[in-house]
């Protein structure tokens, strides 16, 4: 009887090691038909984004097991809320539609493995396809677009990059530029010309 306790305990304790090792939305698949379509709605921005199974960043995967994995989508689409929220006036509203996401880097074969490592490169920038309708504050349409969201030169422009040890860096920043250069500028001439 005793050692059937030591086996369920080391059992246990295993099962325990396992699961605060890996990583939080390490199992998660952005393909899986539950997957969420889109944040909940709360504040001025509403994201909500295509399949995920479509997405650049998994069609042409070179492992598009591991591309699958985690909530990178979301993170990017709540990032999107976030910053774009701080950017509109009073009582405006932002709706996002994200097309396409190509991360920065690809899966190329490890060193000395049989697996797939992702590996940032300058020839795999980043990429984010979106869709934006901007109301003002009486809900009419101010402004709306498509933009192809880009940097080239990611990896030679990493002034003001969010925390060098997130993974989604890359793709913030073009997040902030496209903040910066269609939401803010905005304000900014709306601010002189008063």
Not at 29 to 42: F, G, K, M, N, V
Not at 55 to 61: H, K
Request: glycine share 8%.
């Amino acid at each position: 009887m005793p050692r059937q306790r030591h086996i369920t305990t080391a059992a246990i304790a295993t099962a325990l090691a396992f699961a605060f090792a890996v990583p939080a939305g390490a199992a998660t698949r952005i393909t899986d038909p539950d997957y969420p379509r889109s944040l909940e709605a709360e504040g001025p921005v509403a994201v909500s984004w295509d399949d995920p199974a479509g997405f650049t960043e998994i069609r042409y995967s070179r492992d598009r097991f591991a591309a699958g994995r985690g909530n990178w989508v979301h993170d990017i689409a709540a990032y999107v809320a976030t910053r774009a929220g701080k950017a509109l006036g009073p009582g405006e509203r932002l709706e996002v539609h994200i097309t396409d996401i190509d991360r920065a880097g690809d899966y190329e074969y490890g060193a000395r493995r049989a697996d797939f490592v992702r590996v940032v490169r300058d020839v795999y920038p980043p990429r984010i396809s979106l869709r934006y309708t901007l109301y003002d504050a009486g809900g009419q349409v101010a402004d709306s677009g498509e933009r192809r969201l880009t940097d080239p030169g990611f990896l030679s422009s990493g002034i003001g990059l969010p925390s060098s040890s997130d993974p989604l860096r890359h793709e913030k920043r073009l997040v902030d530029d496209w903040v910066r250069r269609d939401l803010q500028a905005r304000g900014n001439v709306a601010a002189r010309d008063d």
